[in-house]
């Protein structure tokens, strides 16, 4: 698998694109605001697009989703529980493939109720989740103290550490990470128990 990071926007939105090199079919991580440089690299590429991952329903993840599909055919993918039209839902663990690759989806609520990760092929897309030495906000109406310390510190922790973390803004000290760097620098990743990470995250 291959893929291509690409910042956009003024809130250092991140976006993704990964291919099968075999297939060439391919998906996009949280299509936003401009995807001129994304479908430059489809075309140029010789790729086909068959999905639109969203991470989150938040506009500034989705906002090209509509448009980019309705070009391609690609079809929207997110948790099963989003309010954002999709053609494929899924549930925590459930996959969709291209060619050879398996991309599974993680449901890591906290910072939405329908925030979720995307792993595959060793790199976990996290969208809100988890960014570079930080994690999403959880003060909006429909984000949860409590699923974020399930999140993070249970679902994405006990990923191995080799996991490369692909967060949906560019607000830490690189672009990119991994799953034992985050354990290790990320103060939001530190082991607590549910009650000193509530008292945390709250204060």
């Not at 329903?57 to 989705?62: A, L, R």
């Not at 509509?66 to 997110?78: D, N």
């Amino acid at each position: 698998m291959k893929s291509n990071q690409y910042k956009v926007g003024s809130a250092l939105n991140f976006s993704y694109l990964l291919w099968d090199t075999e297939t060439r079919e391919a998906a996009v991580v949280d299509p936003s605001f401009d995807t001129a440089e994304v479908e430059y690299a489809i075309s140029s590429g010789g790729l086909k697009l068959k999905y639109i991952l969203l991470t989150h329903h938040h506009y500034d993840h989705v906002q090209e989703a509509g448009p980019l599909s309705g070009k391609t055919g690609a079809r929207v993918v997110t948790h099963s529980s989003s309010t954002i039209p999709h053609a494929v839902g899924l549930d925590d663990g459930e996959s969709v493939r291209l060619g050879s690759i398996v991309i599974s989806l993680i449901h890591t609520p906290g910072h939405t109720a329908d925030s979720s990760c995307y792993l595959a092929d060793g790199k976990l897309y996290t969208g809100d989740t988890l960014f570079v030495g930080e994690c999403g906000r959880v003060d909006l109406e429909d984000s949860s103290p409590e699923k974020m310390y399930e999140s993070l510190l249970v679902r994405l922790s006990s990923l191995p550490d080799s996991v490369a973390v692909y967060p949906g803004h560019d607000y830490g000290k690189t672009p990119f990470s991994t799953i034992g760097e985050e354990k290790r620098t990320n103060y939001t990743m530190q082991k607590r128990s549910r009650d000193e990470f509530l008292r945390f995250i709250t204060s």
